[in-house]
């Protein structure tokens, strides 16, 4: 197996070509609606993901916002490529010894999926070459580039896609990688790696959907799958082993196929009448609302639709999954009848009318509206057909639950133009000894650096650094903070905060969490209650005070842990005589359970210890 990434990152400066500033929004302030059509490369011909892309005739609706110009609706040309941007760009190539290009050039690269109103994307070359490495690992990587951030996605619904243009234009670096990567744990660690040395750059943005990764999968005998957008670092590695398991999976059915001889019938025959009495299910409805049911036949493909031994990858999904793009809920093929409505007497039907043997399968298609089911068939078609020859190369998007399903077919340069409204920047020596001379810490001599000077473990050190926060834990500590609360708070805490589904990412301001600290510190209740009191502020307390206030975590003063803890020494007295110094243990989890989270478990402990003693002193001895 070989895997390459790609890494997106958003870069904390201005937008790319325009001054609006680079925030989302929720306000809008109007919409304009868009048609987009497919048109050639500088080549002259048309990639095949824009003819894809165009085919499915959508309609776009753009969302305008307060971070809304007219560059972003194309009623303007853009601007000059912001320079700051492309410093970042600069140093981030500086640092992996990559070479910055002569010339940095702005290019179109057509995308007509409704994510930007022109119809393209504005990407432009920054360096080539230069590497990572990571363990004894080295990795050579293949381009930097600064591109422009699409818009972003609202809805889909009715043939109409809703995008708001509030993101369209926040500048993008992308790092890629070449193919050196062996397993989902390498391309894990070298996207963690990635990641560290652009927050290293202490210009890049923070939170959900601020980096994105791509994944470029292909196992021994298979082809080149792009797994696209992938915005959760933990789940790469899952992606790139689903990939794998599902390419296997598929190349071993093509192995059958070949040996049986396998075909497609060029074309699809109208069963609708066969279907006339079916039973309740997904065939029933549309055809009595006036649809059509469309079949085809896969001579050799009996018994090899539905899944695998030892997997759940099979190559129905993969033909529904055609279907769906087109427009349509998915398929129905013969391995997984009779079902859904369908008697064997329907499949004995469907496979006379067929001209079906017994190692022959079929797939049918039902729809309200027969041009789009002749569409889902022709792309089911071409995918049984290629089923034959092995694995053919698309974009596929990331599922939740770490399979992926079909996107698109791969583009490739024939997308690619020159942009003329924007002139080309010349990257002269100058430049470049400036930047050179001012170079950000790489991410291993930061984490040597935290480890040695504030005393944490490696492992801590790694956490901080690869998760994103040294920047964050050496501000704090500069305020006067302790660096292991500081520690605990960045590692266990803040990553501990579960929210309900939907809720925004909780990134709380380095204010907010020296605030946070210095409560803790004089005394206003006990690191214990950190996670409740992060919570209650991220799911929207107005203030800390506000926070503490509403998980009760404030109020117990040292002069209240006393008598609570001679109170239960007293109501614990015989517990004390019998077991004395003993007694401790049991108590302190009693003690523990009333003031949890309010004062400090060493300050507790030191309470009852004293408790317990004074009350050995005053009680009675036996006579």
Known sequence: MKVG?????????????????????????????????????????????????????????????????LVELDEEPPGPLDPEALEVALTVALLVGARPVDEVAVMRKIVVDGSNTSGFQRTALVAVGGSLTVGEKRYPLLSICLEEDAARKIREADGEVIYRLDRLGIPLIEIATGPEIASGAEARAVAEEIGALLRATRKVRRGIGTIREDLNVSTEGGHRIEVKGVQERRRIRDYVEGEEARQKALLAVAAELARRGARVDAAPVDVTSELHDAGPGPVEAPLRAGGVGLALALRGFAGLLGPRPGTEERLGRELAEQARAAGLGGVIHSDELPGMGLSTEHVDRLRRTLGLAERDGFVLVIDRARPRAERALRGVAARADAAIRGIPGETR???????????????GRDRMYPETDVPPIPIDATRLARLRASLPELPAATLVRLEQRHGLTLETAHQIVYGGRAELFEELTARGRTPALVARLLTQDLPGVSLPPGHAAFEPAADLLDELLRAIDTGRFAKEGLPEVLRALAEGAPSLDAAIRSTGLEGLTPQELARLAAELVRANAELVRKDGPRAFSPLMGDLMKQVRGRRDGREVAEELRRAIERWRDSAPTAS
Request: charged residues 30%; glycine residues 6%.
């Open 397 to 411: 998007d990331p599922l939740p639950d770490g399979r992926t399903r079909y996107s698109r077919p791969l583009p």
């Open 5 to 69: 990434l790609e890494v997106h990152q958003q870069l904390a400066t201005g937008k790319l070509f325009c001054d609006c500033p680079p925030e989302l929004s929720d306000e809008v302030r109007g919409s304009v609606s868009r048609r987009l059509r497919p048109a050639s490369g500088e080549e002259h011909a048309i990639d095949p993901a824009t003819e894809f892309q165009a085919s499915r005739g959508l309609r776009y609706r753009y969302e305008i916002t307060p971070s809304t110009c």
